[in-house]
């Protein structure tokens, strides 16, 4: 028979959710408007250009693409590690298999979410590839969490 989980304290909430939840809002601040191609990609351009000058125009596009892309990869990557230390810090009782799960399960939602809330933002566009993106980087930051745990607890 499962015992019932055992109450937190509102501190021991906060300090294990707050910083997903903080982090959550960084995200949804990187969706708005400030930080669309259109306002950053200029920026990084400039930059790369100054920095390497022998570099073509469509090589410095393709840079700035990979760079924006990335960012979006890393995003949710850090999203996942906070979230899989949240989920074990309040379910250690469950499997590794299922907080994977709901991190995983989370991590594809919250993508989803944000692409939509991009859709109604005027300089930003909706795009699946980017959930898939935003996906595989929580994919990734979850099972590098749960690898590195377990690899703590067997040395």
């Known amino acids: 028979?499962?015992?019932?989980r055992k109450p937190q304290s509102y501190t021991a909430l906060a300090v294990n959710w707050a910083p997903v939840l903080v982090?959550?809002?960084v995200i949804f601040l990187f969706s708005t408007d400030y930080f669309s191609s259109t306002n950053?990609?200029?920026?990084?351009?400039?930059l790369l250009s100054n920095l390497f000058s022998e570099l073509a125009p469509e090589h410095i596009d393709s840079i700035v693409l990979l760079i924006r892309k990335l960012g979006h990869f890393s995003e949710y990557c850090i999203l996942a590690l906070l979230l899989m230390r949240a989920l074990n810090a309040e379910f250690a009782e469950q499997s590794?298999?299922?907080?994977?799960?709901?991190?995983?399960?989370l991590i594809v939602i919250y993508a989803v979410s944000d692409e939509l809330h991009q859709a109604f933002v005027p300089s930003r566009t909706a795009s699946p590839w980017d959930v898939l993106i935003d996906s595989l980087g929580g994919m990734c930051g979850t099972l590098w969490f749960h690898r590195r745990k377990r690899r703590n607890i067997l040395t």
Do not use: G, L, V
């Open 1 to 4: 028979m499962n015992s019932p």
């Open 23 to 25: 982090w959550m809002t």
């Open 40 to 46: 950053t990609a200029p920026f990084i351009a400039t």
């Open 96 to 105: 590794a298999k299922s907080r994977i799960n709901w991190s995983i399960a």
